[in-house]
């Protein structure tokens, strides 16, 4: 029993690095000095460079309403932002949510009405059309990083909290296996044993399988 403990540790203790292998970051650069380096050729079409050394992105919706109009411009603008953060930090495991991107005003909450009668084909009535400014700026990018590194130390975190869970687990399996040979005196060693193993190596799968996913 001790043996197998030892090694259900140590293969708890390997999982460690072999789960956070490929989410080790690389080296973080200031954050104006990452915008500063984007040539226009590098970025997803349609960011065009300020002369305040910003990011800008014009999406357009089209909807019967004018708040349709927004719902589609915003998540157009939402895309945008998610696939330039991409390109520019792939090292970011945190991804922002779009209500975020608006608190931080990175995605404006409103749109501006371009025209309310968009002719089109099939709708003879026309539709409105909203366009939504969408600028991000070297402040912007840090704050998003910030918000990166928290998320990391919170994986960090839970990272040991599931590998502790999965020792104590471990160890209150040998105990309990030990209580009850005493309690029956040696008359069901075999059958204890082979339930002990059965749950050690249960409890080892599982935490090495949340560690390795997530």
């Known amino acids: 029993m001790r ?56 999406a357009t919706g089209y909807g019967e309403t004018q708040a349709n109009a927004e719902h589609q411009a915003q998540t157009e603008a939402y895309k945008a932002v998610l696939k330039f953060l991409r390109r520019r930090l792939p090292e970011l495991t945190w991804e922002p949510s779009l209500d975020y991107l608006i608190r931080l005003k990175v995605i404006p909450a409103n749109g501006t009405l371009v025209s309310s009668d968009v002719g089109q084909k099939d709708d003879p009535g026309g539709l409105k059309k909203v366009e939504l400014k969408v600028e991000i700026s070297p402040s912007d990018v840090e704050e998003i990083l910030r918000q990166d590194r928290l998320f990391r130390t919170q994986e960090r975190h839970w990272t040991w909290a599931k590998l502790l869970g999965g020792s104590v687990g471990l160890l209150l399996i040998v105990a309990g296996y030990y209580r009850l040979e005493e309690m029956t005196k040696g008359y069901y060693t075999t059958r204890l044993r082979v339930a002990a193993v059965c749950c050690s190596l249960l409890v080892s799968a599982v935490v090495v399988l949340l560690l390795v996913i997530g």
Do not use: H
Not at 7 to 12: D, G, I
Not at 35 to 56: A, F, Q, Y
């Open 3 to 58: 043996s197998l403990l030892a090694m259900s540790l140590f293969a708890l203790a390997l999982a460690v690095p072999v789960a956070r292998a490929s989410k080790t970051p690389a080296p973080p650069q200031p954050a104006r000095d990452r915008l500063d380096s984007i040539r226009t050729e590098e970025v997803p079409l349609g960011w065009k460079l300020t002369e305040g050394n910003n990011w800008r992105y014009v």
